[in-house]
């Protein structure tokens, strides 16, 4: 039997050695419609859940409702540092774009920390309730609500610091940056959400009372 061999070609072998072994060199790879697609399913659960909350709200009226009512102590913050967050996720993403990649750092850094600092305000207003999850059903909502979007969070978070581990390893440029769009992506979908789990949790409770 002859003996073949199969040469690699450069662009491969740029891809096989000292690169990220995957990832396209575009911004709408496949990576990014499957992201899309996980997206889509996440925000009809999110649907579903906030559904539940309106049915049981509509139907037991303000009594379904703790005697307080959640307020803007932590809410209010947590909001502005989650749009904080996607603006400077936006900026790194614009900067790998243009292929500067300590401002792509800089952007996924700040956003991942903005996003621990939502956290910690998540759970000391956790800790700030007389209510557990146990208590009834308006408590098993609004920490199933707010601890499945916390859960999000902390997706995002992870996915923000190992892309801006890799930009600083520069495994990204202006070409190869697939990753860091879709996970940019994943962070300014858990904002949004968060704007629906904001109004539902905290606004209209007081449009009961």
């Not at 005697?67 to 809410?75: I, R, V, W």
């Not at 916390?150 to 940056?177: P, Q, S």
Request: charged residues 15%; aromatic residues 16%; negative net charge.
């Amino acid at each position: 039997m002859p003996e073949t061999t199969h040469e690699i070609p450069d662009e491969q072998r740029d891809i096989s050695f000292g690169r990220l072994p995957l990832g396209s060199t575009d911004a709408r790879g496949n990576g990014w419609f499957g992201m899309a697609a996980l997206v889509v399913t996440e925000a009809c659960l999110f649907a579903y859940l906030l559904f539940s909350y309106y049915y049981m709200a509509f139907h037991f009226g303000r009594d379904w409702l703790p005697d307080e009512l959640p307020g803007f102590k932590f809410s209010v913050p947590m909001t502005a540092l989650l749009f904080t967050s996607s603006a400077v996720v936006w900026i790194g993403e614009r900067g790998i774009q243009k292929g500067r990649n300590w401002i792509c750092v800089a952007g996924l850094s700040g956003g991942a920390l903005l996003g621990i600092a939502f956290v910690a305000l998540e759970a000391v207003e956790w800790a700030d309730k007389d209510f557990t999850l146990s208590t009834d059903s308006y408590a098993s909502l609004y920490f199933t609500v707010t601890g499945f979007h916390m859960a999000h969070v902390v997706g995002g978070v992870l996915m923000l610091l190992t892309m801006a581990l890799w930009a600083a390893l520069g495994k990204f440029d202006a070409h190869r940056r697939d990753p860091i769009s879709i996970a940019a992506f994943y962070w300014h979908f858990v904002d949004a959400v968060w704007i629906a789990v904001f109004t539902t949790i905290y606004v209209t409770p007081h449009l009961f009372n």
